[in-house]
Nanobody, 121 residues
Framework: QVQLVESGGGLVQAGGSLRLSCAAS????????MGWFRQAPGKEREFVAV????????FYADSVKGRFTISRDNAKNTVYLQLNNLKPEDTAVYYC??????????????WGQGTQVTVSS
């Protein structure tokens, strides 16, 4: 089992920044690829970014590429998502997730409870 707890969400004006954190406990964190997803009201959950277990490779959704940065600190069992130049359409609940595989379209075994990000115009 892996327990994931997100934090760092909040209300920010358009153009602002936030850094989300996801703290993991349980099984060996460094053995998992970590992803970030988001779900806006009335919409399906969508992929945002994923980072390989060693931090050596990442993928981003086109909608966030160049604005968001995913990173991880295996010594702290934490994955981060830096959100810059935020837009109102980035408003959503952001979730982190863990998978023993790495890539796009992979299944995730563990999910956090989510943290709300609201961007005002």
């Amino acid at each position: 089992q892996v327990q994931l707890v997100e934090s760092g969400g909040g209300l920010v004006q358009a153009g602002g920044s936030l850094r989300l954190s996801c703290a993991a406990s349980g099984r060996t964190f460094s053995g998992y690829a970590m992803g970030w997803f988001r779900q806006a009201p009335g919409k399906e959950r969508e992929f945002v970014a994923v980072i390989r277990w060693d931090g050596g490779h990442t993928f981003y959704a086109d909608s966030v590429k160049g604005r968001f940065t995913i990173s991880r600190d295996n010594a702290k069992n934490t994955v981060y998502l830096q959100l810059n130049n935020l837009k109102p359409e980035d408003t959503a609940v952001y979730y982190c997730a863990a998978s023993p595989r790495y890539g796009l379209g992979i299944p995730y075994d563990y999910w956090g409870q989510g943290t709300q990000v609201t961007v005002s115009s």
